[in-house]
Structures are given as structure tokens and as C-alpha cells.
């Protein structure tokens, strides 16, 4: 990626470059969409960036989503990111999504609530703008937090490695090697206003007491540089736990049994292990299933190893998301609840527009000359460039099928691409699945198979674009 020089720099602004670079945030040329609330995190970032764009080689603009939680304040800090965005001359992606506090009992706190509208919102967002990296204001005090949250919680190595720098390729986090007061310094020193959420004051939220109560005081009376060490520790547990994750794969592999739906583990084989690769081994597998780990805690993996002993055959135990643990003769089945979805197969003839029910999608598909298109033609997450003159006359979209691969034989699986890919196995069930008779060649969500990418050739184009229903 491109780099900077630190000369005339200040020193966020040299901090944040370094940990671009560290990571490899950003490559020359990408557009970044910059997550802007109107804070001091966000503010600094997206002020920052714009001093670095240009040696960066990158293109900027600007994101913010109204939560509506605050009445007039939430109003206020959407004028105030609009006015930002004016002054600075980027354009601005805004919209306004309530949460209702009254409406996420059923759904986790209001806090997990409004993390998932804001997630949801920022990649359709980047869709729109053709954005390449979503960069969040996520600094090195809230990965202190966010440590000492999960260490109570009871996380295992995976969880204490706290908020990981780039995520799924597309989240980037340039600010998490910077403290606040850094970020407050670098502000103040730019004469630069930014708004204060009142709810950061409110201790009735688990992050604020971390932040408010608790750190002041591990600081004040155990270690004054507390969030850099935390921080740190962070960084050792991202670094152990991706070493040890890759023998927890090839021990997940020696004690997989078939199964039609879930994924069965030999009992056996399972107690054969050391005890850490085991309970490594029985998070990968829930991460399998349920496309996270997010819930999951020490206290369930003990659980499901407690199903592992003599006695234990016939005894279940219920997982957070919907999932179970359940001990079946000689055999550990991890599974949805509920009946698996029904399969489905339909035509999708060329041109033509085909309503995908179990997926809650239409599929549209139109020919296109390659001249009426852009020329840097890129497939997204929900329209896919074809060459029309590879593809038969017609389409199938159906529910994925045992051996399916990407493009054909000799191809990945898309078993393991779905895996990989982090997607929730009942998720994995009801997601279309684009296919000629040599194989699946498209998947909404992932690019094409190169077997039928359009390339420098390609005279005529199929669009493939979905659209829930």
C-alpha cells in the first residue's frame, strides 16, 4: 500500500499511518467511506484521513446513520456531520434508522441492537458509494475496554484478542493504535469542534461503567498506562489465537463425522485431544454452524465438553442463537433447533426476473452490450457481471447440493467457501445458489466464478442483480 512521510505531520495523524501500513489497511487507488457519528472518534478520523488521503492515493466520503435515540441531540448530530461533510467538500451518505429501547428484549440489549442496524447500514452504504473499506473510529481505549468486558465474561483467546483491526476484509479501524487523548490533543490543536453523545455519561451501560468506573480506577491504583497494556494483551491473544486456530482446524478435521445437517464429532476421537485443542476444536465448529461466536463463552464450551463423558448419551443442552449440543451415542451433534429448510430448484430463463420465496429475494437478470457498461466493471455483493456468451440459455437457481463447487470440478467447494466465509449454516441452507450444469457460478454475496467473469473479450454481458422481496 502507499505509504507516508511523517515530516509536517502531527502526531495522529503519523500514528494512524503507521498502523495502515502495519495492517495493510488501504491500498493506492481504493475508495474508503469514512463511518462519521459527529463524535471526537469519528471526527478525528474522518479529519485525519483527509490530511492522508492524498500521499495515500485514496478517494474519501462520509457515512452517518440517525439511531434516533436521542430525540433532538440525534438531530443535532446529523446536522452537525451534514455541515462537516458540506465544509470539507465530501459527500455525505445519511440516513435515519430508529431503535426502539421498548423493541430489543427479544433481541439482545439496545446497545447489540443498534451495532447490527449500524453494520447493516455501512455496507449498504459502501454499495452505493462504491467504496472498497469502511474505516471505524474504534480506538485503543475502547479495545481496553472491550478487553476487560470479555475477560469477565469469560471469553476464551479468540475473544480477549478484543476488536481486530480489519475485519472480513471490508472494516478498517486506523484509529485503534491511538489513545483519546491523543485524539483530543490532535482535535483541540485543529480548532476543530465535535459533539458529545450524553449517553457515554450513562454508568447504566455495561461499556460506560468499564470505561467511567472501573478503568480509572485499575489506573489510578494498579497500572497508569492500564490501556496500553490491555491493548497489547490484545495483540498477543490476536497473534496466539491465529497460531493455534490453525492446528484447532486440522484436529476439527480428525474428529468430523458425516452428517446430514450440523456437525457430528466423534466423542471418541474428541477426548483423544489436548485439552486445549479441544475446546479450540469445539469453537470452530459452533463458529461453523452459527457463522460467529459471538454469545459463546467458556461456560458453554465446558458444557459440551461435559456431554463428552460416560453417562452423557441422550443429554442436550441449548446454545445461544438458536443452536444445540447434543450428545448422540458415540457421537457430539452441534445443529440449529427446528426442522432444516425445505430445498428448492427454479429456472431462471435469459432475460428474465425469477421471485427466490425461501430466500425472501428476486433475482433479475438483463443482457447488456459491453460498451453501455463502465469500463472498470465490478461484480458487488448483489449484482454479478457474467459473459453472456459462456452461459447456457437459461439459469437454475436452487439451494445448495452436497460436492457443489465454484465453477466446476477442480474448483473450491462452496462448502468450504460458505465456512470460510463465516455464513451461519441454517443461513447457508436458504442462500441461492446460481448454477449451469458444471457447477455453481454464482453466490449473492461473493463475486463470480472466473469461469464465466466477464473479461477483456467479452463482447456481451449478463447482469445478475438481487433485490429482497
Known amino acids: 500500500m502507499a505509504t507516508t512521510s511523517s515530516v509536517n505531520r502531527r502526531p495522529l495523524e503519523v500514528q494512524v499511518a503507521r498502523t495502515l501500513t502495519k495492517f495493510g489497511m488501504i491500498r493506492a487507488g481504493e475508495h474508503v467511506l469514512v463511518a462519521v457519528s459527529g463524535g471526537a472518534d469519528s471526527t478525528a478520523l474522518l479529519l485525519c484521513l483527509l490530511q492522508l488521503a492524498p500521499a495515500l492515493g485514496i478517494r474519501l466520503s462520509a457515512a452517518h446513520l ?35 429501547p421498548s423493541g430489543c428484549a427479544a433481541r439482545g440489549n439496545l446497545e447489540e441492537t443498534a451495532r447490527e442496524v449500524r453494520y447493516d447500514f455501512l455496507s449498504r452504504a459502501a454499495h452505493q458509494a462504491g467504496a472498497q473499506k469502511i474505516a471505524l473510529g474504534h480506538t485503543q481505549n475502547d479495545q481496553a475496554e472491550t478487553v476487560l468486558m470479555r475477560l469477565f465474561r469469560g471469553s476464551g483467546p479468540r475473544g480477549l484478542s478484543g476488536i481486530q483491526p480489519v475485519l472480513g476484509g471490508l472494516f478498517i479501524r486506523p484509529l485503534l493504535e491511538c489513545q483519546r487523548r491523543e485524539i483530543t490533543a490532535f482535535l483541540n490543536g485543529q480548532g476543530a469542534d465535535y459533539r458529545e453523545d450524553s449517553t457515554n455519561r450513562d454508568v447504566h451501560y455495561r461499556r460506560n461503567r468499564v470505561r467511567l468506573e472501573l478503568l480509572p480506577y485499575v489506573e489510578k491504583h494498579l497500572n497508569p498506562n492500564a490501556v496500553r497494556t490491555l491493548a497489547r494483551h490484545a495483540a498477543v491473544a490476536r497473534e496466539v489465537s491465529d497460531y493455534l486456530e490453525k492446528h484447532a482446524a486440522d484436529a476439527l478435521e480428525t474428529v468430523r463425522e458425516p452428517a446430514k445437517e450440523g456437525v457430528s464429532l466423534s466423542v471418541k476421537k474428541l477426548l483423544e485431544l489436548h485439552p486445549l485443542m479441544r475446546k479450540m476444536s469445539l469453537r470452530l465448529a459452533l463458529r461453523e454452524i452459527r457463522g ?24 442436550k443442552i441449548e446454545l445461544p442463537g438458536d443452536h444445540l449440543a447434543a450428545r448422540q451415542f458415540h457421537s457430539l451433534v452441534l445443529s ?129 442483480e438481487v433485490k429482497t422481496c
Request: hydrophobic share 35%; with cysteine; glycine share 10%.
Open 292 to 315: 460467529s461466536l459471538r454469545g459463546i463463552n467458556e461456560r458453554h464450551v465446558e458444557a459440551m465438553v461435559s456431554l463428552c463423558l460416560p453417562g452423557q448419551s441422550g443429554r
Open 336 to 464: 440449529p433447533k427446528g426442522e432444516p429448510p425445505a430445498g428448492f430448484s427454479y429456472e431462471l430463463t435469459l432475460p428474465g426476473r425469477r421471485r427466490i420465496h425461501e430466500a425472501g429475494m428476486n433475482i433479475c437478470a438483463d443482457f447488456k452490450d459491453r460498451h453501455q457498461l463502465p469500463a472498470n466493471l465490478e461484480s458487488t455483493a448483489s449484482c454479478a457481471y457474467l459473459d453472456a456468451d459462456r452461459l447456457p440459455e437459461s439459469l437454475t437457481v436452487r439451494s445448495r447440493l452436497p460436492g457443489d463447487r465454484y465453477g466446476g470440478p477442480g474448483r473450491k467447494k462452496v462448502k468450504r467457501m460458505l465456512i470460510d466465509a463465516r455464513v451461519p449454516l441454517r443461513a447457508r441452507s436458504s442462500l441461492p445458489m446460481v448454477a449451469v450444469p458444471g457447477g455453481v457460478i454464482w453466490i449473492p454475496g461473493f463475486q463470480p466464478s472466473k469461469s464465466v467473469a466477464v473479461s477483456a473479450q467479452t463482447v456481451r454481458c449478463l447482469v445478475l
Open 66 to 100: 440517525n439511531h434516533c435515540l436521542r430525540g433532538e441531540e440525534s438531530e443535532s448530530d446529523e446536522v452537525f456531520v451534514r455541515n462537516l461533510c458540506k465544509g470539507l467538500g465530501l459527500s455525505l451518505i445519511c440516513e435515519a434508522i430508529p431503535v426502539s
